[in-house]
């Protein structure tokens, strides 16, 4: 069966970085776009960051450009956010996503989430 | 950027009601637009897609509709399960941007 596993959250400083692994399993990763999305604590969903299949289209809302990166290793079947110049207004639980097979991407598999916390 | 807004933010029912959530499109988005039910501490679960296609496994009392820039979810007839939080989502045009959430509790 399909699976999404996040690893990698835990408690950072303003300022400081962190990467993001999630590890895909069941499904074949190279065919497939990914995401990663976003729910600060008591909110609402919020998208972050895509990735083509194959890794050469990357989009990214607009409060995280220039500080995080979205990447993939299909050798791996892993995709990776790399975060730095964390704020407080990055704190959430980040959810890596699976696109759905078409080229317009709504979300068809959703890994547990990782907590990240970006607090002094 | 789409922005995505959901009415009501609260809604309160009972087992057996018929409810009906709405989402509006500040722009057309064809019917490129996803629901998705979240449930305290888990993640999000795809319900209806295309606006209107029901995904595989999801249980034939979910029903979505609309055309443009404005949809709507209905669930036919309430279960305990189903008292969770909905967000629409549209997914015309980057950035992909999300309704701020529909939480449907018991009454």
């Known amino acids: 069966q399909v699976q999404l596993v996040e690893s990698g959250g835990g408690v950072v400083q303003p300022g400081t970085s962190l990467r993001l692994p999630c590890a895909a399993s069941g499904f074949i990763f190279s065919s497939f776009a990914t995401h990663w999305v976003r729910q600060a604590p008591g909110k609402g969903l919020e998208w972050v960051a895509a990735?083509?299949?194959?890794?050469?289209?990357?989009y990214y809302r607009d409060s995280v450009k220039g500080r995080f990166t979205i990447s993939r290793d299909n050798s791996k079947d892993t995709l990776y956010l790399q975060m730095n110049s964390l704020r407080g207004e990055d704190t959430a639980v980040y959810f890596c996503?699976?696109?759905?097979?078409?080229?317009?991407?709504?979300?068809?598999?959703w890994g547990q989430g990782a907590l990240v916390t970006v607090s002094s | 950027d789409i922005q995505m807004t959901q009415s009501p933010s609260t809604l309160s029912a009972s087992v057996g009601d018929r409810v009906t959530i709405t989402c509006r499109a500040s722009?057309?988005?064809?019917?490129?637009l996803a629901w998705y039910q979240q449930k305290p501490g888990k993640a999000p679960n795809l319900l209806i897609f295309k606006a209107s296609s029901l995904e595989s496994g999801v249980p034939s009392r979910f029903s979505g509709s609309g055309y443009g820039t404005e949809f709507t979810l209905t669930i036919s007839s309430l279960q305990p399960d189903d008292f969770a939080t909905y967000y629409c989502q549209q997914y015309n045009s980057y950035p992909l941007t999300f309704g701020q959430g529909t939480r449907l509790e018991i009454k």
């Open positions: 722009q057309s988005i064809s019917a490129w």
């Open positions: 996503v699976r696109g759905s097979v078409a080229a317009r991407q709504y979300f068809d598999f």
């Open positions: 990735i083509s299949s194959d890794g050469s289209d990357k």
